[in-house]
Nanobody, 116 residues
Framework: QVQLVESGGGLVQEGGSLRLSCAAS????????MGWYRQAPGKQRDLVAT???????TYTYSVKGRFTVSRDGAKNTLYLQMNSLKPEDTAVYYC??????????WGQGTQVTVSS
């Protein structure tokens, strides 16, 4: 059974930085990208960034140049380095992966709050 546990969220001022981590345990379908999503209050959950097992990354337009997704295969950990944070980045951030059966698994989420 795959478990994903996020950490690293918090309160930061506009322009600040945070680094999120997602520790994965269990059998992840490593041929499928892992990703970070976020959900602001009253809004849908949106994709923020993905990374393949080969290190190929994609980003949603609003975070390009500010966020960096990375993956440590040995530690089975996903990271999201967030710089130049803006109030509109405020959301609960989730990591996600597919398990060995192709079922999407979510972490519990970590709150990021950016004050202006």
């Amino acid at each position: 059974q795959v478990q994903l546990v996020e950490s690293g969220g918090g309160l930061v001022q506009e322009g600040g930085s945070l680094r999120l981590s997602c520790a994965a345990s269990g059998s992840i379908f490593k041929m499928y990208p892992m990703g970070w999503y976020r959900q602001a209050p009253g809004k849908q959950r949106d994709l923020v960034a993905t990374i393949t097992n080969d290190g190929v990354t994609t980003y949603t337009y609003s975070v390009k140049g500010r966020f960096t997704v990375s993956r440590d295969g040995a530690k089975n950990t996903l990271y999201l380095q967030m710089n130049s944070l803006k109030p509109e980045d405020t959301a609960v951030y989730y990591c996600s992966a597919l398990d060995a059966y192709g079922v999407r698994v979510w972490g519990q989420g970590t709150q990021v709050t950016v004050s202006s």
